[in-house]
C-alpha cells in the first residue's frame, strides 16, 4: 500500500463539503476568534457556538466516531496546556473553562480541515494575499507528506522483514535509525527538488 | 553551429570524489543520443552540468557551451530556458499539488500571461498522452503517468533541447514501450541517460559510452553495443535487439 491509496482530507458530497472554501475558512476563524475572546463566565456564548458546530457537524455527515478520533489524536496538546492552568488559584474551574475552548476551537479547525481539500484551503490563502513564502511551504509541505509516508513505510517494512529478535530495545533502535534516515532521506530530496525548481526557471 | 560543446569538463565532489575527469564531445541539433555506462560513472553528473545545476558556483572557463554560448552565471536563465531537464525520481520534479500547476511551473517562471499558459499546459499534456489530467493530484498517479507529467512540465517551456535521466527506469514494459514512441515524436535535440540499451538503439542513432568519469567510446550505437568485449568491460552488454537488426 502507497500514501496515494490514503483518502485525501476534505473530499466528500455534502453541501459543507462543496461550499467555496473561502467562506468555511472565514466561518471558521469567527468561530475560533469567538470562542477566544468569550469570557469564561459567558457560558451561554460558548453553548451557542458548541450548537452551531454541532449542527455543522450533523450537516457534514462526517462521521462521529472519525472526528472523535481526530480530536482524541491532538488532545495531548491541548490536555497539555490546560493541565498547566491546576496550579493556579481556583484552577479546577480555569482548567475546565481552558479544557471547553480548546476543544471548540479544535473541533472547529478539524471539521474545517476535514470538509475543505487542502489545495483550495492554499488557494484561498493566496487570494488573501499570505506571504508568498509561506503559502509556498506549505503547498510543499502537503505535497512530500505523502512521500515522506510512503518512505518511512517502505524503510519500516525492510526493517521488519528482517528483524528476527522481539526485544522491544532493539524496535526503539530500529526505530531511531529509522527516523535518523528518513531525516537524512528528506534533505536530500529537498536538494533535488530544489534543483528540478531551478531546471525550469525558478530564481 | 553545436547545441552542445563540451570541453575537456572536470568535476569533483565536495568529499573528493572525482565524478568527471576530462569530459569533450559534440552535439549537432536535432541529433538524439544515449548516454551509456554503469552506475556511479558520472552520467547524472554530466546532465546536471548542462544545465547549470552544477557546478555549485560557476565560473564560466567555456568548458559547458549551449548553443554556441558558454555557460555562465549571468546568461544561466537563458540556457536554462533552452535545455530542459527530466529528472531521474518523478516525485522530485512533480512538486505541485496537480498536474495543470506542475506543468505551469516553467511557464509562469518564464513571465508568459494566463491565457499563454493555459494554451501551453493543454498542448503539453496532449503532447504526452495525458489530456484532462489538469486537476488530478500529482501524488495520486501511476509511475509512468508521473514520468509523462514530468515531460509535459519541461514541454511547456518549450526548449530547443531535451536531456533525460533514465526516463524508462522502473516502467511497466507498456509504459517503456510508449514512452519511446512519445520521445521519438520529440523533434527537439535530444540526450538520454540510460540502462535501457533496447532503447539507445531504437531511439539514438549515436552513443557516447561513459566509465569513471571518462568518454571510453563516442560513436554509432549498433557498432558500439555489438562490441561484447567493449560492453562487458564497462558493465553493459550486447543487447538482443541487436540480433533481429539487418546490417545496413
Not at chain 1, 484561498?124 to 506571504?131: A, G, I, S
Not at chain 2, 552506475?39 to 565560473?59: A, R
Not at chain 2, 500547476?101 to 499546459?121: H, K, N, S, T
Not at chain 2, 486537476?135 to 514520468?147: A, D, I, N, V, Y
Request: hydrophobic fraction near 45%; charged fraction near 20%; proline fraction near 5%.
Amino acid at each position: 500500500m502507497t500514501a496515494r491509496h490514503f483518502m485525501d482530507h476534505g473530499q466528500g458530497q455534502s453541501a459543507l463539503h462543496r461550499s467555496p472554501a473561502g467562506l468555511k475558512l472565514a466561518i471558521a476563524l469567527a468561530l475560533v476568534l469567538a470562542v477566544v475572546l468569550l469570557p469564561r463566565t459567558q457560558i451561554a456564548g460558548l453553548f451557542v457556538v458548541a450548537v452551531i458546530l454541532t449542527a455543522l457537524l450533523v450537516f457534514s455527515r462526517l462521521s462521529f466516531l472519525f472526528l472523535l478520533k481526530r480530536m482524541v489524536l491532538l488532545e495531548p496538546l491541548v490536555l497539555g496546556v490546560a493541565g498547566l492552568m491546576w496550579f493556579q488559584p481556583g484552577g479546577g474551574k480555569i482548567f475546565a473553562a481552558v479544557m471547553v475552548k480548546a476543544n471548540l476551537c479544535l473541533l472547529t479547525t478539524v471539521l474545517l480541515a476535514n470538509t475543505t481539500p487542502f489545495t483550495e484551503l492554499v488557494r484561498v490563502l493566496q487570494r488573501l494575499r499570505v506571504p508568498w513564502l509561506f503559502v509556498t511551504t506549505l503547498t510543499l509541505m502537503h505535497r512530500y507528506l505523502f512521500v515522506l509516508a510512503d518512505e518511512t513505510e517502505r524503510m519500516r517494512r525492510a526493517r521488519a522483514s528482517r528483524t528476527f529478535t522481539r526485544g522491544r530495545r532493539f524496535q526503539w533502535q530500529t526505530l531511531s535509525s529509522v527516523v535518523g534516515q528518513l531525516f537524512v532521506r528528506a534533505s536530500e530530496r529537498a536538494e533535488r527538488i530544489y534543483s528540478a525548481m531551478t531546471a525550469r526557471g525558478w530564481k | 553551429m553545436n547545441a552542445i560543446e563540451i570541453t575537456n569538463l572536470k568535476y569533483r565532489y565536495h568529499d573528493g570524489t572525482e565524478a568527471l575527469r576530462g569530459i569533450s564531445f559534440r552535439v549537432s541539433p536535432g541529433e538524439c543520443i544515449a548516454l551509456l555506462g554503469p552506475n556511479g560513472s558520472g552520467k547524472s553528473t554530466l546532465l546536471l552540468h548542462l544545465n547549470g545545476l552544477l557546478p555549485e558556483k560557476i565560473i564560466g572557463d567555456g568548458a559547458v557551451k549551449i548553443s554556441g554560448e558558454a555557460l555562465a552565471p549571468e546568461n544561466l536563465a537563458k540556457i536554462r530556458r533552452q535545455v530542459g531537464l527530466v529528472f531521474q525520481d518523478p516525485d522530485d520534479q512533480l512538486f505541485c499539488p496537480t498536474v495543470a500547476e506542475d506543468v505551469a511551473f516553467g511557464p509562469q517562471q518564464l513571465g508568459l500571461g494566463e491565457a499563454e499558459i493555459a494554451a501551453r499546459v493543454k498542448l503539453a499534456l496532449a503532447q504526452v498522452g495525458l489530456p484532462g489530467f489538469e486537476q488530478r493530484f500529482t501524488h495520486h498517479l501511476s509511475h509512468g503517468e508521473k514520468r509523462r507529467a514530468c515531460l509535459a512540465g519541461v514541454l511547456a517551456c518549450e526548449p530547443a533541447m531535451l536531456v533525460l535521466d533514465e526516463p524508462t527506469s522502473d516502467l511497466d514494459p507498456r509504459g517503456r514501450r510508449e514512452f519511446k514512441a512519445l520521445l521519438r515524436e520529440i523533434p527537439a535535440t535530444k540526450l538520454i541517460a540510460t540502462h535501457d540499451l533496447e532503447m539507445a538503439v531504437e531511439l539514438c542513432p549515436r552513443s557516447i559510452i561513459l566509465d569513471h568519469g571518462q568518454i571510453i567510446a563516442d560513436g554509432r550505437t549498433v557498432e558500439l553495443l555489438a562490441d561484447e568485449p567493449l560492453m562487458l568491460a564497462h558493465g553493459l552488454e550486447r543487447p538482443h535487439i541487436l540480433h533481429h537488426l539487418h546490417p545496413h
